[in-house]
C-alpha cells in the first residue's frame, strides 16, 4: 500500500518550455503533498506544501509564479515549472502523506523526475 | 532550521552495526528516517513522536531523545542491502520535515 506515481520520470526540453510534472496517490487519499528538489548527493529540499482545495504553501526564496502548484482532488497535485531556463535542472520529487496538521504519518515519495534544460 | 547528521558518510563490512545520529537546535514533534538509493525515491523507514521513545524495523532501530532534540538510526547485522543515503527529517510545522544533509552508508562484502 500506500503508492506514490509520479510522471514523466525524466524531461529534457529546451529553454523557456514549460513542464508539468504531475504525482498521484494511487491507494490512499493525500490530505497533504509536498514537492522538494533535490542537487547530486544533496539533501531533500522542500519547495512547497499543497493541501487538496487549496493555494499551495511556498518556503521561502521559491518563486510562486515560477513554480506553479495545483492540487485538485485529494489523489492529484501538478508541478509546472514555467518557462524554464538551465538553472532549473534538478531532480524533482514529491511526496504524500494523509496528515494535514502533525507529523504523526509517513511521508509517502514518488520515484521522482530528472528534469534537463539544455 | 535543518537538523545536524553525523557521520556523513560511514563504510561497513557485511554483518558490522552502525549509528547515525540526527540533532537539532530547535524543539522537535516527531523524528522520521527515510533510506533512498541511488536514483531512486526515499522509502519511509519509521516515525518517533515522543521523548525516549524507540522503534525497531527488522534489524534497523531508532531512539529519540526529546529533551536532547536528538535522534539516533541503529543498524545492526547490516546486509548489503543496507546500502543508500539515510536522511532524517524533522518535523517543524504542520507536517512539514526538514532534512538533513544525509548519511552515506556503504555495506561491503
Known amino acids: 500500500g500506500a503508492v506514490v506515481s509520479q510522471h514523466p520520470s525524466r524531461v529534457i526540453c529546451k529553454s523557456g518550455t514549460s513542464v508539468k510534472i504531475e504525482c498521484r496517490s494511487l491507494?490512499?487519499?493525500?490530505?497533504?503533498m509536498f514537492w522538494y528538489r533535490q542537487f547530486p548527493k544533496q539533501s531533500l529540499m522542500l519547495m512547497a506544501t499543497s493541501n487538496e482545495g487549496s493555494k499551495a504553501t511556498y518556503e521561502q526564496g521559491v518563486e510562486k509564479d515560477k513554480f506553479l502548484i495545483n492540487h485538485a482532488s485529494l489523489t492529484l497535485s501538478t508541478l509546472t515549472v514555467t518557462s524554464a531556463h538551465p538553472e532549473d535542472s534538478s531532480f524533482y520529487i514529491c511526496?504524500?502523506?494523509?496528515?494535514?496538521?502533525?507529523?504523526?504519518?509517513?511521508?509517502?515519495f514518488g520515484d521522482g523526475t530528472r528534469l534537463s534544460i539544455l | 532550521q535543518q537538523p545536524v547528521q553525523s557521520p556523513q558518510a560511514v563504510i561497513l563490512r557485511e554483518g558490522e552495526d552502525a549509528v547515525i545520529n540526527c540533532s537539532s537546535s530547535k524543539a522537535l514533534y516527531s523524528v522520521h528516517w527515510y533510506r533512498q538509493k541511488h536514483g531512486e525515491a526515499p522509502v519511509f523507514l519509521m516515525i518517533l513522536l515522543k521523548g525516549g521513545e524507540q522503534k525497531g524495523h527488522e534489524k534497523i532501530s531508532a531512539s529519540f531523545n526529546e529533551k536532547k532534540q536528538q535522534s539516533s538510526l541503529y543498524l545492526t547485522a547490516s546486509q548489503l542491502s543496507y546500502s543508500g543515503t539515510y536522511f532524517c527529517g524533522t518535523e517543524t510545522s504542520g507536517s512539514r520535515l526538514t532534512f538533513g544533509e544525509g548519511t552515506q552508508l556503504t555495506v561491503n562484502p
Open positions: 511526496s504524500a502523506t494523509t496528515s494535514r496538521t502533525t507529523g504523526n504519518q509517513p511521508q509517502h
Open positions: 491507494d490512499f487519499q493525500a490530505t497533504t
